[in-house]
């Protein structure tokens, strides 16, 4: 399989947009013609998640070439929301998108091991996310589990949740605990690199903070950018634009509620609201105004 970095460069370029739209599907904020038509039960919960999901793909894949379904919405439907997401990581690999898989796995030994063999074998993703909270140990099997396959991770540096700072901005041997994150996270990323010049341990890094993206890309030249918080959660355009190399590469930006959801549960043409979102976003994040 081709490296990693390579692919993903791949996919960003052949739409042109570092756009990656994020499927977190919400049964309260379903189209009322999908949600009416399943039980509000967990299995048919899952079925309508399905339903809706796959529908966005079709909707989406014409604009951008990454996608990141939100594993912990389909788990809360039980075991029929896990075959929901299988199908819906399978359509994705069908029409030639670029998976990230947003689970923030974290543990040691077999468990992180398991939890790679889920991630890559089960449910085919081209990245995994990753809490690096636990140390080395925990996010070496998954980085030797990715490598043997050519997949990837993407590593909590500096998320964009408001909490964030309680333990991210602690002050470690003089530098915020954040950064000694992104230091591993280089270290791992540098030990294979692929033709692109990136390598396959990505860091994520919240577009609200535009000067830590800014301090973090000089940090991390080799390590793809995977930049929540732009959209609904208030980050702009402008914000992340720090993120990026000056070769336009180096980050992909996600929506999820911003292109996903742009409408109220009751209206007929929620499908031509996402296009009209997600071809707005696509082009907000342009390569060619993001270099």
């Known amino acids: ?111 992180a091991a398991a939890y790679a063999t889920a991630a890559f074998d089960v449910m ?24 043997r396959s050519g997949r990837g991770l993407f590593v909590l540096v500096r998320t964009s949740n408001p909490g964030a700072g309680l333990f991210q901005d602690l002050n470690c041997d003089g530098r915020p605990l954040y950064q000694h994150v992104a230091a591993a996270v280089a270290f791992w ?35 793809w950018f995977l930049v929540p918080g732009y959209g609904a959660q208030g980050g702009t355009a402008a914000d992340v634009r720090a993120a990026f190399r000056a070769d336009g590469l180096g980050a992909v930006v996600n929506s999820s509620r911003g292109v996903t959801f742009p409408f109220p549960p009751d209206d007929a043409d929620w499908e031509a609201a996402i296009k009209i979102a997600v071809d707005r976003a696509a082009v907000e994040l342009a390569l060619d105004r993001t270099g």
Do not use: W
Request: proline share 6%; net charge neutral; with cysteine.
């Open 124 to 147: 085919d993703a081209d990245a995994v996310t990753v809490n690096p909270y636990l140390g080395r140990d925990a996010v070496e099997p998954l980085i030797t589990a990715a490598r």
């Open 189 to 223: 990323n540098g030990e294979n690199l692929g033709a692109c010049g990136y390598g396959d341990v990505g860091a994520v890094v919240g577009a609200n903070h535009p000067n830590e993206l800014k301090l973090l890309r000089e940090q991390l030249p080799q390590v």
């Open 1 to 111: 399989m081709t490296h990693f970095a390579d692919r993903l460069a791949a996919a960003v370029r052949a739409k042109g947009t570092a756009l990656c739209v994020g499927l977190d599907p919400r049964r309260e904020s379903l189209p009322k013609s999908v949600r009416d038509r399943h039980h509000d039960t967990p299995d048919g919960t899952a079925v309508a998640y399905e339903e809706f999901c796959l529908r966005v793909l079709d909707i989406v894949t014409p604009r951008v070439g990454v996608v990141k379904p939100q594993s912990a919405f389909f788990e809360a439907c039980g075991p029929a929301g896990v075959v929901a997401l299988q199908r819906v990581m399978r359509r994705a690999r069908q029409l030639g998108l670029f998976t990230i898989l947003d689970a923030k796995r974290g543990d040691i030994a077999s468990t």
